[in-house]
């Protein structure tokens, strides 16, 4: 049987389930990004990529190069096509306006351009989130395209995926009908359909937090953590097994494979910040993917996907994962 590209599997979406054209054009294109990033990463202290640039990014954190050179790569790649309205990254205080020689289109994109970027330097893995949105009707308005545009809840994804730079560099989709996962194969240097179907399991005996913030976390988090370390003898029943790469692409992909539950909590470090990672970069794009394969996925309070945003680099705690567990450690919340 012939192999499956993302090329292919984008066109026979575009048979089967009206993907429109330029979406398909757009993924296509994010892909594309996806395998330079993964090129220039790979390359490491061989190419000089390493280390930090000495900037920040508007959240104060500190810029790697990697970080910088793919936001780059990505919008070089996005800001030519027309399949685009605008582009908002992580990486950029504000959104990005395509260049007025080029054509603009229906999309807007969203992305976490290099996610992890801790672990460059030590070489473990990494990757791209992204996230598409159709950009609202803008009634004639001329001049640039605002934050506003930007601000739909993840519910309105008609997209998103990432990549993983790890091992194995893979692309999981969804377009909203399942979640595929595409393996890179070097030699052709296309994405090849390895993972049909993908389910995360309802039930499961692993969990994903950084426990170094324990004494910050709320009574909720606190309790449901002292319940999964209590194993067997405890309220759950079982010993569960924990995992933290500290590369949120890389729990969210072990977590599509096997199962488990991913938890990034509000804690008291900062009051100003509610949990760590971003909604539109991070958590809504691996929300949809999650609930695409069966998972769920909550701030503790209420579903991801269902909040309004109200700025473009808002961040949110994040619960997601195994049915089963995302349901009680919501319920602990609610109590
Ligand atoms: P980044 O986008 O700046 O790389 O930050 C997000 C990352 C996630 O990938 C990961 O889950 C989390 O931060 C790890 O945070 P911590 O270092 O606090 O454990
Ligand atoms: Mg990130």
Redesign the pocket.
């Known amino acids: 049987m012939s192999r499956i590209t993302l090329s292919r599997y984008l066109i026979e979406q575009t048979r089967s389930n009206n993907t429109p054209a330029d979406l398909r054009f757009l993924i296509e294109v994010v892909a594309r990004a996806c395998k330079e990033i993964s090129h220039t990463v790979s390359k490491g202290a061989l190419g000089g990529v390493l280390g930090s640039m000495g900037t920040e990014n508007i959240?104060g954190?500190i810029q790697k190069k990697l970080?910088v050179l793919s936001n780059d790569i990505l919008l070089e790649a996005n800001e030519w096509g027309g399949h685009l309205a605008g582009m908002a990254s992580?990486e950029m205080d504000n959104a990005y306006q395509i260049p007025g020689k080029y054509p603009k289109g229906a999309y807007l994109l969203v992305f976490?351009p290099?996610?992890?970027?801790?672990?460059i330097d030590v070489n473990v893995s990494?990757g791209t989130i992204f996230s598409v949105l159709r950009c609202p009707e803008r009634n004639g308005a001329e001049g640039d395209l605002g934050e506003e545009a930007f601000l739909q809840p993840g519910t309105e994804q008609v997209a998103a995926g990432y990549a993983v730079y790890g091992p194995q560099t893979m692309l999981m989709l969804t377009l909203g009908n399942g979640v595929k996962g595409f393996t890179l194969d070097r030699e052709l240097g296309s994405f090849i359909l390895t993972h049909d179907n993908i389910q995360v399991p309802e039930q499961t005996k692993e969990f994903a937090i950084?426990m170094?913030?324990q004494r910050h976390w709320d009574a909720p988090v606190s309790r449901y953590v002292d319940e999964l370390l209590a194993g067997k003898t405890g309220p759950l029943g079982k010993d569960y097994n924990m995992r933290?790469?500290?590369?949120?692409?890389?729990?969210v992909h072990r977590i599509l494979t096997r199962g488990g539950l991913?938890m990034?909590p509000r804690d008291s470090r900062d009051p100003s910040m509610p949990g760590?990672?971003?909604l539109m970069?991070?958590a809504n794009p691996m929300s949809f993917i999650i609930e695409q394969a069966g998972g769920a996925a909550t701030d503790g309070q209420q579903r991801i996907l269902d909040i309004q945003p109200t700025s473009l680099h808002q961040r949110v705690p994040v619960f997601l994962g195994s049915k089963e567990e995302v349901a009680r450690v919501t319920a602990y919340h609610q109590e």
């Open positions: 959240q954190e970080d992580e976490d290099l996610d992890g970027s801790s672990n990494v950084n170094s913030n933290w790469v500290a590369s949120m692409v890389a729990d991913f990034y760590k990672l971003r970069y991070e």
